[in-house]
């Protein structure tokens, strides 16, 4: 029997576009989905339990708002759902603290995690709690297998390579061939009527500030040519003009 | 001034020239860094100590430096690494060591980052939808997009000093699959040739591979040739939900440029697009645009670059 947690987080649709307000982001009128890899991390997660027996608890950090994501793993078919309630910005070391307190108190031994979410891409938050929990790590994984250790695929330099991993671990997925379940009417009867367990934590120190965001530069419009033969003369510039054939 | 600690980029049993950019990072925040090279050979350090601007060389000698091992190889450099901003490479593997180290000291990490402007850091969110700028107030773990800063010059000849590392591997090696390809991975290429859906089938990939062939290039895929060709495994996906690459040359062939794909290599630094469509979006971030179908460009592309190769 495995006391699994899954990390799930809301992002933006990863079709959005991203429009800036007063030097900030601003998602007001962004349809908010769960982060795709997470999505894999759900998957991942609900075959351990299959596997070896056990609950599935999904954990999300944010306001109100966030309950919907995890409703959306409860109808996938997590048992329990919990959102650490915090409604302001959090660095990597202000959320990772508030996390693995969390995995603790709840008592996880395996841990699963999108390779990294689709707004900040950073990947930070597996490892990061891996570390704080002083547990091993495998990050970015395209299969698993279950038994008393988890044997998983993950990308090494050079290829991919099968890797044993003890428990306690965290294992973050990125999408491999596993076919993300979706949910089906009893489960989405169930995620309505289930409760968001509410908890707090206290972040840590930040030594990091945001100072702005902004839209990415726009590069200066290129050379535009009519016609496949002008393949030969981009050829050239490639070599003359960019340096980089 | 804080103290800067660069984790050398080791690739193929030797130090990789990204090291070199790292440094550049380094000095833009105001410091020679100390650069720590994770070896099971510390002949290999040697080299770190001729790039310029740098303050010494630690080799950080360990079998345990064989196979990437998050917990080992975060406990074994956390032991020789001063406190300071910690710099890594921003593949995954490193990006995944800068999170352990900043972790295992309780400070913040910054992925990422494409520039450094007045000691703050600039990185792209939402895939390179947007750009995102921090201050630093202390110390920090940084990993820092290759191909974007200079390469501090050679020349130098600083100290290497050798340490041996000790450390627990938590996890193990069992076997190493055969990659279902023997092509080049986007995400380790200079150059990267992509298909989408405009290739028509799976099977006209083989065009892209020729050229890939004759210039040593990797071949990615768009989300949509991946989910609409079972043979297009996701391996070869650019974009938001797949790999963001960031080559010196992209070359995008019958992608029309959704935002899931500028997403990831938007930030490369010479895009071609060659599409039929003069409207495509591609064009509005192309380098070097060329208006026609593949089968017209494509030959021309190829028998122009073999030439030029040979």
């Excluded at chain 1, 994984?141 to 998983?152: C, E, L, M, Q």
């Excluded at chain 2, 000095?27 to 070896?39: D, E, F, H």
């Excluded at chain 2, 380790?188 to 099977?203: K, W």
Aim: hydrophobic share 45%.
């Amino acid at each position: 029997m495995a006391n699994i947690a899954v990390l799930v987080k809301q992002v933006p649709d990863t079709n959005a576009r991203i429009v800036i307000s007063d030097d900030r982001v601003d998602l007001s009128a962004v349809k908010m989905v769960m982060s795709p890899y997470d999505e894999f991390a759900v998957e991942t997660a609900l075959q351990h339990r299959e596997a070896s027996g056990g609950e599935v608890t999904a954990i999300t950090v944010g306001g109100a708002s966030a309950d919907k994501v995890l409703k959306d793993a409860k109808a996938i078919g997590v048992d329990h759902i919990v959102r650490i309630d915090c409604d302001s910005y959090l660095d990597s070391n202000s959320l990772q603290s508030m996390i693995s307190s969390v995995i603790s108190e709840i008592g996880a031994e395996v841990v699963y995690c999108g390779k990294a979410a689709a707004d900040t891409g950073a990947g930070s938050t597996g490892p990061g709690i891996a570390e704080r929990l002083g547990w091993a790590s495998v990050s970015n994984i395209i299969s698993a297998t279950f038994s008393d250790i988890i044997s998983v695929v993950a990308p090494v330099q050079g290829g991919n390579a099968r890797i044993s991993v003890s428990l306690p671990a965290v294992i973050s997925c990125d999408k491999g061939n596993v076919k993300v379940r979706k949910p089906n009417v009893k489960g989405i009867m169930q995620a309505k009527k289930a409760q968001v367990d509410v908890k707090s934590a206290s972040p840590s120190s930040s030594s990091i500030s945001i100072i702005s965001h902004s839209l990415p530069p726009s590069k200066p419009a290129g050379k535009t040519y009519e016609g496949g033969a002008a393949a030969a003369e981009v050829a050239q510039l490639l070599r003359d003009e960019a340096n980089v054939i | 001034m804080s103290q800067t600690i660069v984790i050398a980029e080791i690739a193929k049993g030797a130090i990789h020239p990204t090291t070199a950019e790292l440094v550049t990072a380094a000095n833009a925040l105001g410091s020679a860094p100390i650069i720590i090279v994770p070896c099971t050979d510390s002949t290999i350090a040697d080299a770190a100590g001729s790039i310029q601007g740098i303050s010494k060389v630690i080799a950080l000698k360990s079998d345990i430096f064989a196979e990437y091992d998050a917990s080992g190889w975060a406990t074994a450099i956390d032991a020789v690494a001063p406190s300071g901003i910690i710099i890594t490479s921003a593949n995954p593997q490193s990006k995944d060591l800068a999170a352990r180290l900043a972790a295992r000291r309780n400070i913040s990490v910054v992925q990422d980052v494409v520039a450094i402007e007045g000691g703050n850091l600039v990185s792209p969110i939402y895939s390179g939808k947007a750009m995102q700028t921090v201050s630093l107030a202390g110390d920090a773990a940084v990993s820092v997009r290759a191909n974007i800063f200079a390469a501090s010059p050679q020349g130098a000849s600083a100290d290497v000093s050798v340490v041996d590392a000790t450390g627990d591997m938590a996890t193990a090696v069992e076997e190493f699959l055969a990659r279902a390809s023997t092509r080049l991975d986007v995400a380790e290429a200079n150059i990267i040739i992509s298909g989408g859906r405009g290739m028509g089938s799976p099977d006209n990939f083989s065009h892209l591979e020729k050229i890939a062939d004759t210039i040593g290039a990797a071949v990615g895929a768009s989300r949509a040739a991946v989910d609409t060709w079972e043979p297009i495994s996701h391996a070869m996906q650019v974009g938001q939900t797949g790999k963001t690459v960031n080559p010196n040359l992209y070359i995008a062939v019958g992608i029309s440029g959704a935002i899931q794909h500028l997403a990831g290599m938007r930030s490369s630094k010479y895009i071609v697009a060659i599409n039929k469509d003069a409207d495509a979006p591609i064009f509005q971030h192309a380098d070097y645009g060329i208006v026609a179908t593949w089968e017209e460009a494509l030959p021309v592309l190829q028998a122009s670059l073999s030439a030029m190769m040979n």
